[in-house]
């Protein structure tokens, strides 16, 4: 479909016929010029790039050039020429144009300087406009549109996992609670507590923080899976890596083990980096010449190596004969903080590395136990730059050593009647992970702050926009 009263400017740079009259629309990104002629470079968000038009100042009226400014939005028809200039092969001849918004000059805060993120974050509201912010945008949807497209052609389904829970017993994070109660005046039960029997859902509710569990119950009927929703978590964690509201891409799959879910994640991880490459080429390049002059090697890296796979208990072994001093000292039964994550990809192996068999003391009630009674089939994806990118393992099918873990860990049995009901009826062996979107975000745009991958992030106190 193609709207009659528009060339997008995209379109009217590659392959846009010359001599014709056209009409593009945008954004001004900056005028300049003299008394006789001016030069205005516009951008729609269709591309990276803006269109320059040429405006003989005498056939104008002098009002309305004199309000097209940086932020201003026109339309303008013109004939496309090749252009005399350097920096673009076309430009467009205006014939007219015309203002549909203004921007003063004095007040709108994104003129042509290059700002610094953290003052662009205080203006999330536009900071869509900037070429940066524009190049991370496309590029979230070009991702996002490779995620659907990568499972469709695999034979997955996309399985819509609720949002609001009712079960806390997923112990992925803190919870952010939903509720309709009066908070200043709520209901109380005899012994004091808060009545959430009166609450909207007769229980207490809870924003999820992973469709997991509700994936594996679709992957023990349809095979194979995925989710791709917002997840959120209370993380008093004011990291350059952690958001409250985050996306999480969770697929899950029947008659998986760890070892088909390792091939799956790589492959699927490749996948995204080769379909952003191919995809997205002036946006990273932008990028690349910008915040990371290693960017685009970074990710031809990715797609030509194999990524290690090592065991948790080598990862120890590597981190305490480094040599090296940690913030958090490492033994056998420690969890990977984010340095020794970093170490053990950027140091020790300069690849991405997946780890299996983590203790079965840091790691979720529902993963598979392996047979030395210490260890389960956990599997986390570790990338340069990022740490943990993917968190994942194969499940535990067997319901009786299921229900013992849930016993020991005193987590809430009758809260997972319908999870165990899988494990009682026709269960099978599956396994799945979960990619923060964000956190790949990160490692395909070069940004290092995961509040400039997301177009209005959530973190403590902010949740402006
Ligand atoms: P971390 O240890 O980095 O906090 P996690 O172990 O809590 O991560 P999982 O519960 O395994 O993470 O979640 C799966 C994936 O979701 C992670 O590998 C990561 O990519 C992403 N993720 C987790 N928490 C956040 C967050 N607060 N913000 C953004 N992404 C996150
Ligand atoms: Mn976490």
């Known amino acids: 479909m193609k709207i009659k009263s528009r060339t997008k400017v995209k379109e009217a740079l590659t392959t846009g016929k010359l001599d014709r009259e056209i ?25 990276i790039n803006n269109i320059q038009i040429v405006a003989d100042v005498p056939d104008f009226p002098e009002d309305l050039l004199r309000q097209v400014t940086t932020g201003a939005s026109i339309a303008v028809t013109g004939v496309l020429a090749p252009s005399q200039g350097k920096g673009q092969n076309v430009e467009i001849r205006a014939q007219s144009i015309e203002l549909y918004g203004a921007a003063d000059p004095l007040i709108y805060p994104l003129q042509k300087k290059g700002h610094s993120l953290e003052f662009l974050r205080e203006i999330a509201h536009l900071r869509p406009r900037t070429n940066t912010f524009g190049a991370i ?80 119950l679709g992957a023990l009927a349809l095979s194979e899976v995925y989710t791709f929703g917002p997840t959120f978590r209370a993380e ?12 999480m891409i969770e697929p899950e799959m029947a008659f998986y083990d760890i070892t088909d879910n390792m091939d ?56 305490n004969s480094s040599g090296v001093k940690f913030e958090f000292p490492t033994h056998w039964g420690s969890d990977l903080q984010s340095e020794h994550e970093r170490y053990i990809v950027e140091k020790h192996y300069k690849k991405p590395v997946m780890i299996t068999d983590y203790p ?19 599997l986390d994806v570790l990338f340069p730059r990022i740490g943990e990118i993917v968190g994942g393992s194969q ?31 026709g269960t099978a062996p599956h396994a799945g992970f979960g990619l923060g979107f964000e956190r790949m975000m990160l490692f395909i745009t070069g940004m290092s702050n995961i509040r400039d991958v997301i177009p209005f992030p959530r973190s403590p106190n902010n949740a402006a926009f």
């Open 23 to 47: 009409t593009v629309k945008g954004w001004v990104r900056t005028r300049r010029g003299n008394k006789n002629i001016a030069f205005i470079a516009l951008n729609d968000g269709s591309t």
């Open 137 to 216: 945008l496309r590029l979230r949807h070009a991702m996002s549109y490779a995620i659907h497209k990568y499972f469709n052609d695999n034979g997955f389904y996309y399985l819509h996992t609720p949002i609001i829970t009712g079960s806390d017993a997923e112990g992925a994070g803190e919870m952010f609670r939903v509720t309709t109660l009066d908070m200043t005046n709520p209901p109380k039960t005899p012994d004091g507590k808060i009545d959430f029997g009166k609450d909207f859902f007769g229980r207490e509710t809870n924003l999820t923080v992973s469709g997991q569990l509700e994936g594996e």
């Open 236 to 247: 008093n964690s004011n990291t350059p890596r952690h958001l409250a509201e985050f996306w």
């Open 264 to 319: 799956l994640a790589e492959d699927f991880l490749k996948y995204i980096v080769v379909y952003v490459l191919e995809h997205c080429e002036d946006d990273l390049e932008f990028l690349n010449n910008m915040y990371d002059k290693e960017l685009l090697q970074r990710l031809n890296q990715v797609i030509s190596t194999d990524f290690v796979r090592t065991t948790y208990t080598e990862a120890i072994d590597i981190l």
């Open 360 to 378: 079965k003391k840091i790691k979720a009630f529902y993963m598979k136990q392996n047979d030395d009674g210490k260890t389960v089939r956990a």
């Open 395 to 425: 499940r535990e099918e067997d319901l009786q050593k299921l229900e013992n873990r849930i016993s020991e860990l005193n987590i809430p049995r009758e809260e997972l009647w319908w999870y165990l009901d899988t494990r009682r009826f």
